[in-house]
């Protein structure tokens, strides 16, 4: 409990003696290192890259049942019970389905632990082979994290497909993977159908939903979740642990041009990012209680959900479509997953923080009058007194707006967001600026790559100055390298400027059978470090912090040796954690 509090207030004093002392924070130090000569900054915290934030654990088979023992009787996952689902068919003519959904339902750390032990067993009584792989192709569910912690227990690799990757994509990866069994639930296993003819590996699915259409093909075995724990609690078989060098999963992500490309994240990769995250969140520990709504099948929110056991967290799932009461598939008169749940910590990616911004703004404005007069009053003495950094101007000022005006609209989100995790894409200046406010709660946004396993760069919650990407993770160093024929060079005034290139323990072995891809974007330097290209152009300042302004792989060279740049930002999105 002290710890919490103390671990909450020490970056608040830390900010407050910095301000006072009018230096300006170093959040990135130079850093001498191997391989291509550049500019390269660390994290100013951390001397060497992180590679676990847990002693004698080094893998992410080893953290969670570490922390099931710690926390048995906790609870650590949640589902709302399903109480209603309709169809509202509005005048147009247009169908929309809406759900009536209860309260949590809640596992124990003990009775997931357990689930996940039979799963494991049941799978591999079912007839998976332990080398051979697994994908799970689903929302965000609890399903889909208790099959991944049972793959990683028995070293079997999981391939992930973002659920809305196109079917010939989704039979590429399938192909490629060789995966024999596919997890999935009963929308995906349509889709699973519509391409079996494809399909010559998938021998066995397993679906999520206890409610499927049996649409059985030659091809293939369909079993129910519940069927396979089953199989594995009456004849338990031992696990299979994997060694942190080992591939714990094989990431699709949507690539710009062509077919995805499948990345192979080892158990050390994503415990590096998971041991990284934590330090970014101030006080992060057993009080936490996190809303998972983004695509796991992304690294985000992957590594987040490693995360939050490790620290004795509780995990509550929900979806974006039903995330508040107004969501567009919550029945009318019934309440959102944040308003059921009233998470302390979230991630989101900037479309949802934007739609939330426009919520509050539009019921505000319906209001009119005096309310609104208050709003924007509270608002512009609120913005004035954060100026500089957030924590600025407590006091008694801020109490008052706090109780008259914004905890209406905390309630939003439940009322208790202390931390917003931002990744996907650059916030808008205005937006970061409204939650701020409004909910009264930093927000830590990150630059990285699903190559980096999500590691790269993060903004800390009391940098608030704008388009920047912040100083290195403490698992990442982030050199800059000449790029002559863009016109950036690290000797450049007044930053150093080059292509970004990352490297430590987060950096990934490379892209699945791929070697001439992978050879070209990752190269290993003469001290063993493993460094990432990422084809983006950045520049650091003076005080280790990155901005992103250029774009490689955008320039082009024209006949007489001009070379153009081609839609110098519209590319940025696709860089950062989640698809935009
Ligand atoms: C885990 O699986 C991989 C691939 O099948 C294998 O190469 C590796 O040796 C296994 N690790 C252990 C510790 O058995
Ligand atoms: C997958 O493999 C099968 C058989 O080799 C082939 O017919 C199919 O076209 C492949 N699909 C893709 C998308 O590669
Ligand atoms: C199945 O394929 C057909 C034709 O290719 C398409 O119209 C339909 O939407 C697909 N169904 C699903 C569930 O993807
Ligand atoms: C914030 O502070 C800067 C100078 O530090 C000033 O130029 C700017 O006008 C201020 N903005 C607001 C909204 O007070």
């Not at 207030?9 to 924070?25: A, E, G, Q, W």
């Not at 709302?80 to 068919?89: A, D, F, P």
């Not at 999935?184 to 399909?199: A, H, M, R, T, W």
């Not at 069927?227 to 990431?251: F, H, Y």
């Amino acid at each position: 409990m002290t710890g919490y509090i103390v671990g909450a207030l020490v970056p608040i004093v830390f900010t407050l003696l910095l301000r006072s002392s009018k230096k300006v924070k170093k959040r990135g130090v130079p850093v001498d290192v191997g391989g291509e000569p550049g500019y390269t900054i660390r994290n100013s915290r951390f001397p060497s890259p992180v590679e676990t934030s847990w002693e004698g654990i080094s893998t992410l088979a080893e953290l969670f049942e570490q922390a099931c023992k710690q926390h048995a009787d906790k609870p650590l996952l949640g589902t709302r019970k399903m109480i209603l689902r309709e169809v509202e068919v509005t005048e147009d003519g247009r169908s929309f389905e809406k759900v009536h959904l209860g309260d949590y339902e809640w596992l124990t750390y003990g009775k997931t632990f357990e689930t996940v032990c039979d799963f494991a067993s049941g799978l591999v009584q079912l007839g998976h082979k332990r080398e051979e792989r697994v994908a799970i192709f689903a929302d965000t569910r609890e399903e889909w994290f208790i099959a991944l912690q049972s793959c990683f227990r028995l070293n079997v690799t999981v391939v992930t497909i973002y659920a809305s990757l196109g079917e010939e994509a989704l039979c590429h990866s399938l192909n490629e993977t060789e995966v024999t069994t596919v997890i999935c639930g009963n929308k995906e296993l349509k889709k699973l159908v519509n391409i079996s003819g494809q399909l010559d590996t998938v021998t066995r699915v397993i679906c999520m939903d206890d409610e499927f259409a049996s649409s059985a093909t030659s091809r293939w075995t369909i079993s129910s979740f519940a069927d396979v724990k089953s199989v594995g609690r009456a004849s338990p078989l031992d696990a299979d642990l994997p060694l942190s060098a080992d591939v714990a999963v094989i990431m699709y992500t949507s690539g710009s041009t062509g077919l995805p490309k499948g990345v192979m994240m080892t158990h050390g990769n994503v415990l590096a990012t998971v041991s990284a995250v934590m330090t970014i969140v101030p006080g992060l520990g057993s009080k936490d209680v996190y809303l998972a709504y983004l695509p796991l099948a992304h690294i985000l929110e992957l590594a987040a959900e490693n995360l939050i056991p490790a620290v004795g967290g509780i995990i509550g799932y929900g979806t974006p479509l039903t995330l508040t009461d107004t969501s567009n598939k919550i029945k009318r008169g019934t309440k959102g997953d944040a308003t059921v749940l009233s998470p302390t910590v979230m991630a989101a990616v900037p479309a949802i923080l934007d739609r939330v911004r426009d919520g509050v703004r539009k019921k505000v404005d319906a209001k009119g009058g005096l309310a609104k007069k208050l709003f924007d009053l509270a608002y512009s003495r609120r913005l004035s007194a954060i100026n500089g950094s957030w924590f600025g101007a407590w006091g008694l000022e801020k109490f008052l707006w706090d109780f008259l005006v914004f905890k209406k609209v905390r309630a939003v989100l439940g009322g208790r967001i202390r931390f917003l995790l931002s990744g996907g894409a650059p916030l808008s200046a205005d937006t970061q600026r409204f939650i701020n406010i409004c909910l009264g709660a930093p927000i830590g946004q990150g630059y990285g790559l699903t190559e980096t396993c999500a590691g790269a760069t993060f903004s800390e919650v009391d940098d608030t100055s704008i388009g920047r990407v912040g100083s290195p993770l403490p698992c990442s160093f982030v050199k800059l390298v000449d790029w002559p024929e863009g016109g950036y060079l690290i000797s450049d005034s007044p930053m150093p400027r080059g292509e970004i290139v990352v490297g430590g323990p987060s950096v990934t072995l490379g892209y699945f059978k791929n070697e001439e891809k992978t050879k070209e974007v990752y190269k290993v330097d003469e001290r063993g470090m493993r460094w990432f290209y990422t084809g983006d152009v950045g520049q650091f300042h003076a005080d280790g912090c990155l901005e992103i302004i250029d774009r490689k792989k955008d320039i082009v060279k024209l006949q007489h040796g001009e070379y153009v740049s081609l839609g110098k930002h519209q590319s940025l999105c696709r860089q950062y954690y989640v698809a935009c």
